[in-house]
């Protein structure tokens, strides 16, 4: 079951925030309320909010020490959405770090596209910082060497990846069509195709056309001279001469 989105609404009239809390409920929110800001720093010991919905004027703790309250080294812990009775706050509010704000009155109906809109692309960020926790976390390796391609395959297994070994181009456009990596390293000189072909022909297959593939080869002059070359072909993320496992690994990580 999908976690609901939390929201607490701190904002002393009544009838507004009863109406934005049955609102905001009724799109599948949580909702909590408080009717200043005393109640909101109570409500935030046992909630922990996606947005929080802020009126700047309030009796006991207004909207700014509650603000105040919630930040560290000027940045607030939570999303805040800021409400004002003064429409030329706009000035004011590029000085804090809120993800917007709203004059009163206001329709409902547009403070909800609002809020939406913020929680949504919030949502979508922490997702990409999940992804980008977990890239890269499957690769493959082509290699034709074996003692090489078992170091390899150790040395990636140690950094934590799930390691696929082939040992020629063909075994690798055919085995990696059924189970696909998110970065593959191939030798340039395999023994069959070469290590460029494989990568535009599995770039040209739709199941394997996101992969971000690494082209190496050895510390060999020759091959430095055409490095250039090699890495504006079709598909090739990066082109190194690798003299150990750490210059591949090295070059993963730096995608």
Known sequence: ???KAKILIIDDEMDLRENLKYVFQMKGYAVEVAEDGVQGLKKLETCTPDLIILDLNMPNMGGIEFYQHICERDVPKYPVFV???????????KDFNVDGFMAKPFEIPELLNEVMAIIEKKNAQVQHNLQKTVSYKKIFIV?????FSAKLGMAFLSKGFTVNLAKSGT???????????????????LTDIPGDMVISKLKRMVKTSEIRFILFTYGMAEREIVADIIQHKLGVDKFIVANSEKDLIDAVESL
Do not use: H
């Open 83 to 93: 409400l004002t009775a003064r429409a030329n706050m706009e000035q004011f509010f």
């Open 143 to 147: 290699e034709n060497d074996e003692i």
């Open 171 to 189: 075994e690798a456009i055919e085995r990696m069509s059924s189970a696909v990596p998110e970065v593959a390293c191939i030798k340039m000189n």
């Open 1 to 3: 079951m999908e976690k």
